[in-house]
């Protein structure tokens, strides 16, 4: 009798111990999820917020071109002058006959890394891409609406691909003015991509657009070593 009252002591403590080792292993969850929860608002609030300081820059950038417009109105040649430096730093938005490749993952299964690896598109496809367009003669080019200006980062953050420090949401459209599309396609990683289409499933299309918009770069353009030109009398 003795014995089973204490085998029954022990497994009530065995029962006693197991629901609380359950609760807890719940409440830890449910501190995980709602942990969770609140990163991903405080990333998109912050994502808005960027978004929100963006818009505002580019009204103020558009205010101070209009005002510069005004100033130069009275010279045609610094008005040109004017249009040719924001042309060419990427502050104004440009339009005109040029090309749009788009860039995407496989829809294959990975069966290993190795795998995964190669059914992406990565950064530096990007990267190679964009060069290949600038040497086929591009004049301004974008992805997925991100101007890129000299100092643009093309980086990648964990699986994700960031531009201008935006991160970008495949498939990747670059587009671009300017380019020939025949000496693009005579370039290196065009033609790689053409086998990649075959090997692995990514995504590779061209194509040419009577009229393609390149908007302005909406970050800030540093200049730490411009100078003025004195000419050769000055010093």
Do not use: C
């Amino acid at each position: 009798m003795q014995i089973r009252a204490s085998l029954a002591a022990v497994l009530a403590l065995v029962g006693f111990l197991t629901l609380v080792a359950s609760n807890g292993v719940k409440e830890a969850k449910r501190g995980a999820e709602s942990r969770r929860a609140g990163l991903v608002k405080l990333i998109h609030t912050r994502q808005g917020e960027v978004d929100n300081l963006g818009k505002e820059l580019l009204r103020l950038r558009a205010d101070v071109t209009d005002a510069r417009h005004r100033l130069s109105a009275t010279s045609a040649d610094d008005a040109r002058r004017l249009h040719e430096v924001e042309m060419w730093a990427g502050t104004t938005k440009m339009a005109g006959p040029g090309l749009e490749i788009r860039l995407s993952d496989s829809h294959r299964t990975a069966k290993s890394d190795t795998d995964r690896e190669s059914l992406a598109v990565h950064d530096v496809d990007l990267q190679l891409v964009v060069n290949a367009l600038w040497a086929a003669g591009g004049e301004a080019v974008a992805v997925n609406g991100q101007r890129l200006v000299a100092t643009s980062p093309i980086r990648a953050a964990g699986e994700t691909i960031t531009v201008n420090f935006r991160p970008l949401v495949p498939p990747y459209k670059v587009e671009v003015i300017g380019a020939d599309r025949k000496a693009f396609q005579r370039s290196e990683v065009a033609q790689r991509f053409r086998r990649w289409v075959d090997q692995y499933g990514l995504g590779f299309s061209v194509k040419t657009h009577k009229k393609v918009v390149v908007p302005a770069y909406q970050g800030t353009i540093q200049r730490s070593t411009a100078h003025a030109d004195p000419g050769e009398g000055g010093r």
